[in-house]
């Protein structure tokens, strides 16, 4: 089966501080790969997105993330980290089927 | 233009029951996809429609339906409620039948009692 892995549920930064978050996926051929953030009782925003070509992703709010076929990766950065963007993050995947298969999701704590 | 909406935001109902929860997609998408969301399995694929039609379902029991209006407008059903069945569902819609983004509306969170 296809899956999401998000290496850490939970993530704390100081406020200015590189954000990493996470991910690797299982596929035989390159998926579609997306962020998505979910702030409390809110639905999911659409960070960025990669299907074909360049393979770093520029996103909303600073975010981008970088395709690396050869390590199965789609990590998630910001060099600068705001308080405004503790959320949590969840990375997610879909292929020839149109569903959306997500990881289990990165708690984005940002420390004063 | 405006976004994906969900109608009723919060429900509370009781074991055995059952519910409908309504989903307007952006002005256009014509496909629709319910997901549900609960701190433990996380968020899961229920079933998607495009033009009316079911193009897709994960695995949930057949408590668990869905229709498509022609004005792309879905609605999905639980019938029977369980306990097990409080969670956010989210509808998300896209504008084409290709693998692309989906654009999720705000959620309706469900509470079984």
């Known amino acids: 089966a296809q899956s999401v892995t998000q290496l850490g549920s939970h993530v704390s930064v100081s406020e200015g501080a590189l954000v990493l978050l996470r991910c690797n996926y299982s596929?035989?051929?390159?998926?579609?790969l997306f962020w998505y953030v979910q702030y409390p009782n809110q639905g999911l925003q659409l960070l960025l997105k990669?299907?074909?070509?360049?393979?770093l992703v520029k996103g909303i709010n600073g975010f981008e993330a970088e395709f690396k076929k050869s390590e199965t990766s789609f990590h998630l950065t910001k060099p600068s980290a705001h308080m405004s963007d503790a959320a949590e993050y969840f990375c997610?995947?879909?292929?020839?089927?149109?569903?959306?298969?997500f990881g289990s999701g990165t708690q984005l704590t940002v420390l004063p | 233009k405006a976004g994906v909406t969900q109608t009723p935001r919060y429900l509370i109902k009781t074991r055995g029951q059952q519910v409908t929860l309504s989903c307007s997609p952006i002005?256009?998408?014509?496909?629709v996809s319910w997901y549900q969301q609960t701190p433990g399995q996380g968020l899961q694929f229920l079933f998607e429609?495009?033009?009316?039609?079911?193009?897709n379902k994960g695995n949930f029991p057949g408590r668990f339906s869905g229709r498509q209006f022609s004005n792309s407008r879905s609605e999905m059903n639980v019938s029977t409620l369980e306990l097990g069945d409080s969670a956010l569902y989210l509808c998300?819609?896209?504008?084409?039948?290709?693998?692309?983004?989906?654009?999720f509306g705000p959620g309706t969170r469900l509470t079984v009692t």
């Open positions: 596929s035989s051929v390159p998926p579609y």
């Open positions: 998300a819609s896209s504008p084409t039948v290709h693998p692309s983004e989906q654009y």
């Open positions: 429609y495009f033009s009316e039609t079911q193009r």
């Open positions: 002005s256009g998408h014509r496909s």
């Open positions: 990669y299907t074909t070509g360049a393979t």
């Open positions: 997610a995947r879909s292929g020839s089927a149109r569903q959306l298969t």
